[in-house]
T-cell receptor, first 115, second 107 residues
């Protein structure tokens, strides 16, 4: 596609509910990143894929967070048993090369509100 | 913990002035640095990259890098009200962003 596509654009979840956020990167982009951005803060790194391999998941805040990119293109970020502190914008970005040294193209983000 | 530090601002400059945005980073071996602009309610968009010490110019934007001081900056010349946004510094070796500096350009 022409850009990075994320869905849904907005998600309201009840506390304890599981959610799945989807990211469709730019075709041919090797690297895919997930970030969490709270209001007034910079993006916080969650996890990084190079093709289908998850090379870094050090930013995932707890074992309730899980990400996958099984075929090296579309990625899903899953949050189990959502908590209020999970409320944030979740940004997906893709990059042409490996290692994040080519600049990112971001999707529009998914705004998650846990009530 | 690798850190990327920015003055959160807000930074306010009059139209036509030079806006100077600063960033420091903790990882001495970092090699790639990027500036992103983020309008309110929107996603970050890439403005510039810099990899070597010195200045890099692109239109009204100049990025400056000093690896010895672990310092990177962005200058915006002839600032316009449309430049009003949050500017994010990124150290992409580490996949880390600063908290951003909010810039307001007043007509």
């Amino acid at each position: 596609g022409a850009g990075v596509s994320q869905s849904p654009r907005y998600k309201v979840a009840k506390r304890g509910q599981d959610v799945a956020l989807r990211c469709d990167p730019i075709s041919g982009h090797v690297s895919l990143f997930w970030y969490q951005q709270a209001l007034g803060q910079g993006p916080e790194f969650l996890t990084y894929f190079q093709n289908e391999a998850q090379l870094d998941k050090s930013g995932l805040p707890s074992d309730r967070f899980f990400a996958e990119r099984p075929e090296g293109s579309v990625s899903t970020l899953k949050i189990q048993r959502t908590q209020q502190e999970d409320s944030a914008v979740y940004l997906c970005a893709s990059s042409l090369g490996g290692g994040g040294n080519y600049g990112y193209t971001f999707g529009s983000g998914t705004r998650l509100t846990v009530v | 913990q690798k850190e990327v530090e920015q003055n959160s601002g807000p930074l306010s400059v009059p139209e036509g002035a030079i806006a100077s945005l600063n960033c420091t980073y903790s990882d001495r071996v970092s090699q790639s640095f990027f500036w992103y602009r983020q309008y309110s309610g929107k996603s970050p968009e890439l403005i510039m990259s810099i990899y070597s010490n010195g200045d890099k110019e692109d239109g009204r934007f100049t990025a400056q890098l000093n690896k010895a001081s672990q310092y990177v900056s962005l200058l915006i010349r002839d600032s316009q009200p449309s430049d009003s946004a949050t500017y994010l510094c990124a150290v992409e070796d580490d996949m880390r962003f600063g908290a951003g500096t909010r810039l307001t350009v007043k007509p």
